[in-house]
C-alpha cells in the first residue's frame, strides 16, 4: 500500500529564529499532498496544499516538492515558540480523496 | 470560509456500548467525507470514504459491521462506534474535500472506552 515517510521522526528541537526543513517521502505516485499542523487538542490546521507537486507559499511556510524523487518539504523560516506543536505531512494519490498521512514530527521552539 | 464540525467534541463510554458522533461541512460544497482515527502513539488510519454517487468505502481492517456510516447529503455524516472496546480510544477525525480537492478536517471526537 501506499507509505509516508516522514523526516525527523518523532522530534525536533530548535532555537527560536532557527529555520526548520521537515520532509516527506512517499512510496507512490503523488498527485497532491498535504501538510497539516495539530493542535495539542487534537484538530488538524491546513498549513499548505499543494496539487500536482507545486511550490507553495504562505507566510513563513513554504513547501517545495520534487516528483523525480517522490519527495516534499516544508520549510519554516525564523521559528518561534509559537510554531511548537505537530506537523504531519498527507499524500493523496489516484482520483480518490483518500489522505496517507506520516507518523508527524513533533516540533519544540525553545527560547 | 470552510468549515467542519464534529460533535461530540469528547465521549466516555462503557466497554461494549456503542456511542455515535456526527460531522458537518460548511461553506463548501464537500465532495467526498473521510473518517479517520489517530490511535494512542499512531498516526491517522482511514475508517472509510464516501464519495458522491459512490458507495462507502471501508479501508482493511474496518468494517461497516463495527462502524456504520450515513451518508445522506452533501454536508452530514455520522458515524457508530459499535460495541466499542479499549482499542477502539483514541481521535476520530472527519474530513471533507471540496471541489478544489483540498480536504478540511472537523476538530475531533476524542473517545474513551472505560
Known amino acids: 500500500g501506499q507509505q509516508v515517510q516522514q523526516s525527523p521522526p518523532a522530534s525536533l528541537v530548535l532555537q527560536e529564529g532557527e529555520n526548520a526543513e521537515l520532509q516527506c517521502t512517499y512510496s507512490t505516485t503523488l498527485n497532491s499532498m498535504q501538510w497539516f499542523y495539530q493542535r495539542p487538542g487534537g484538530r488538524l490546521v491546513s498549513l499548505l496544499y499543494?496539487?500536482?507537486?507545486a511550490e507553495q507559499r504562505g507566510g513563513r511556510l513554504t513547501s517545495s516538492a520534487a516528483s523525480n524523487e517522490s519527495r516534499s518539504s516544508l520549510h519554516i523560516s525564523s521559528s518561534q515558540i509559537t510554531d511548537s506543536g505537530t506537523y504531519l505531512c498527507a499524500m493523496a494519490g489516484g482520483s480518490n480523496a483518500k489522505l496517507t498521512f506520516g507518523k508527524g514530527t513533533k516540533l519544540s521552539v525553545k527560547s | 470560509g470552510a468549515l467542519v464540525y464534529q460533535y461530540p467534541r469528547r465521549t466516555i463510554c462503557k466497554s461494549g456500548t456503542s456511542m455515535r458522533m456526527e460531522c458537518q461541512a460548511v461553506?463548501?460544497?464537500?465532495?467526498?467525507v473521510a473518517w479517520y482515527r489517530q490511535s494512542p502513539q499512531k498516526t491517522f488510519e482511514l475508517i472509510a470514504l464516501?464519495?458522491?454517487?459512490?458507495?462507502?468505502?471501508?479501508e482493511q481492517n474496518f468494517t461497516q459491521e463495527k462502524f456504520p456510516i450515513s451518508h445522506p447529503n452533501l454536508s452530514f455524516s455520522s458515524m457508530t462506534v459499535l460495541n466499542a472496546y479499549l482499542e477502539d480510544r483514541g481521535l476520530y477525525l472527519c474530513?471533507?474535500?471540496?471541489?478544489?480537492?483540498?480536504?478540511?478536517f472537523g476538530p475531533g471526537t476524542r473517545l474513551t472506552v472505560l
Open positions: 499543494s496539487p500536482s507537486w
Open positions: 461553506g463548501f460544497q464537500a465532495t467526498s
Open positions: 464516501s464519495t458522491v454517487n459512490s458507495a462507502i468505502k471501508y
Open positions: 474530513g471533507a474535500r471540496g471541489p478544489s480537492y483540498e480536504q478540511y
